[in-house]
């Protein structure tokens, strides 16, 4: 499986911008681009996910190189309810399976 | 939809004891997977189901584990004899094939053997 390199953790301010990165050198064609946060005592939760365009919606958005060999989850405004534990994940389309690796811990501060 | 369903939250039981952790999917979703999580493994995939019928369970950790989907609505997960290294959160999560939407996670059940 093609694997994915997140920053173990990052710091953001309250109502800033955070751009959390992953790089995916590896990645095949048919992969798509998944994205999770786990809330603490909470379950993983479905953040976006993409496979070649950028995509927006209600949480995030997902940026995704022009090589797909890296993408970037745009909190735009973060709260501290978005401080969690963010996963990227290679899904290939065939695939049923999500592998999860170590993730960013993402803290804000008020 | 109130989710993916899992009881107990909380299950405290002694080495040696038999525990069964349960399931509700969504309805509909026709994929079931169980995860573990632990601070020193992560989230580990344990099995999944397709149509109720187990497909991936190379990541059972050993036959004291054993996973079963009588029907679309109900699964469990059981440990017996449960050890002290079973101490973990137990994840279950539904989707749709091919899962475009996702994954959805209940909120786990948190064991302790003790």
């Known amino acids: 499986d093609a694997k994915t390199t997140q920053p173990n953790s990052m710091e953001s301010n309250e109502e800033e911008p955070v751009h959390l990165p992953c790089n995916h050198s590896?990645?095949?064609?048919?992969?798509?681009i998944h994205w999770y946060r786990q809330l603490p005592s909470q379950g993983p939760e479905y953040v976006i996910h993409g496979l070649t365009s950028n995509v927006n919606n209600r949480m995030a958005s997902l940026a995704i190189a022009e090589d797909r060999k890296s993408s970037t989850l745009i909190l735009h405004r973060a709260t501290l309810r978005d401080a969690a534990v963010y996963y990227c994940i290679l899904r290939d389309d065939a695939g049923n399976m999500l592998t999860f690796g170590g993730g960013t811990r993402l803290m804000v501060k008020p | 939809d109130a989710g993916v369903i899992q009881s107990p939250r909380h299950e405290v039981t002694e080495m040696g004891q038999e525990v069964t952790l349960r399931c509700k999917p969504i309805?509909?979703?026709?994929?079931l997977f169980w995860y573990r999580q632990t601070m020193m493994r992560g989230l580990e995939l344990l099995i999944y189901?397709?149509?109720?019928?187990?497909?991936?369970d190379s990541g059972m950790p050993e036959d004291r584990f054993s996973a079963k989907m009588p029907n679309a609505s109900f699964s469990t997960l059981k440990i017996q004899p449960s050890e002290p290294r079973d101490s973990a959160v137990y994840f279950c999560?539904?989707?749709?094939?091919?899962?475009?939407?996702?994954?959805?996670f209940g909120s786990g059940t948190r064991l302790t053997v003790v």
């Open positions: 189901f397709n149509n109720n019928v187990p497909i991936d």
């Open positions: 999560a539904s989707s749709l094939f091919p899962g475009v939407r996702g994954y959805t």
């Open positions: 309805s509909g979703h026709d994929y």
């Open positions: 590896t990645i095949s064609g048919t992969d798509y």
